[in-house]
C-alpha cells in the first residue's frame, strides 16, 4: 500500500507513523485519527479523572493499524474493523471508565453515611467536646458534620491546603475529629438556620449532589505533554 504525505511532506506510513511511540516520547496523539475527526483529548480536561478517559481513548486508537483498521493482539492475529467500528470502541472505552468512576462515587457516598451512622452508635456519642474547633458539639454530630463538610463543601483541594486536606482526612477516616478549613463555624451557621447533620446528609443525596473526589480536580495551569498531565 503506497505511502500517505504527512502535514511536513515527508512519507506517512501507516504503520509506525500512525501508532504512538511512548519509548521515545513522541505525542500519542498523532495524525492518523485526527485526519479522520477522531480526537481522544480534549484540551479543556485536565483532571486526573480526565486523563483516565484520555488513556482508556488512546488505548483504543494505539490498537489500531491506521488504514486498514485492523485491530493488534498479542497472538500477532488481527481482525479488520470499520470505522464505525473504532468510533465504537472509543466510546465503549470512555464509557468504561465514566463507570468506574460512577461506582466509585457510589461508594465514597455510602462511606459517609456509614460513618455517620456509626458515630450516632458509638457509646461515646452525646460526649461533648471541649477544646478545639468543634468545643459544644458532641462528637457523633462534630463527626457527623466533617463528613457531610469535607463530602460535599471541599476546601484546601489546591496547594499547600491540599497536603493539609489529606492529613485531616486520614484523621476523620481513623475516627478523629479535625480541625481547621472553617468546618466547624460552618455546622454552626448551619445549625443555626435549623439544618441538622442528618438533615443536611439527607438533603444533599436527594438532590444527587456529587461527593468530592481530588480526582475531578482540574487545574487550568496544568498542561498536557505527550498525552500526560504535568502541574506547573
Not at 35 to 40: I, K, Q
Request: aromatic fraction near 8%.
Amino acid at each position: 500500500m503506497p505511502k500517505k504525505a504527512n502535514s511536513s511532506g515527508s512519507a506517512f506510513d501507516p504503520a509506525v507513523n500512525g501508532r504512538a511511540s511512548t519509548e521515545t516520547g513522541a505525542p500519542r496523539e498523532l495524525e492518523w485519527w485526527q485526519r479522520l475527526g477522531l480526537s481522544a483529548f480534549d484540551p479543556a480536561f485536565n483532571s486526573v479523572n480526565d486523563e483516565r478517559a484520555l488513556d482508556a481513548k488512546l488505548g483504543v486508537l494505539n490498537s489500531h493499524i491506521p488504514v486498514l483498521f485492523a485491530v493488534s493482539s498479542d497472538g500477532g492475529q488481527t481482525v479488520q474493523k470499520t470505522l464505525d467500528g473504532v468510533v465504537a470502541a472509543l466510546d465503549r472505552a470512555e464509557k468504561d471508565v465514566a463507570s468506574q468512576i460512577e461506582d466509585a462515587a457510589r461508594a465514597r457516598e455510602q462511606r459517609g453515611r456509614e460513618a455517620t451512622a456509626s458515630a450516632y452508635a458509638a457509646t461515646d456519642a452525646d460526649e461533648i467536646i471541649a477544646e478545639g474547633d468543634w468545643v459544644g458539639f458532641t462528637r457523633a454530630n462534630a463527626i457527623a458534620w466533617c463528613w457531610n463538610l469535607y463530602q460535599y463543601e471541599p476546601q484546601g483541594f489546591v496547594l499547600p491546603n491540599s497536603i493539609l486536606r489529606e492529613q485531616r482526612v486520614r484523621k476523620l477516616e481513623s475516627g478523629g475529629i479535625p480541625d481547621g478549613f472553617g468546618y466547624a463555624d460552618r455546622a454552626r451557621e448551619l445549625e443555626a438556620a435549623g439544618t441538622t447533620a442528618k438533615e443536611y446528609r439527607t438533603m444533599k443525596e436527594a438532590q444527587g449532589a456529587p461527593t468530592f473526589s481530588a480526582d475531578d480536580v482540574r487545574f487550568s495551569s496544568r498542561k498536557v505533554e505527550g498525552g500526560k498531565i504535568w502541574g506547573l
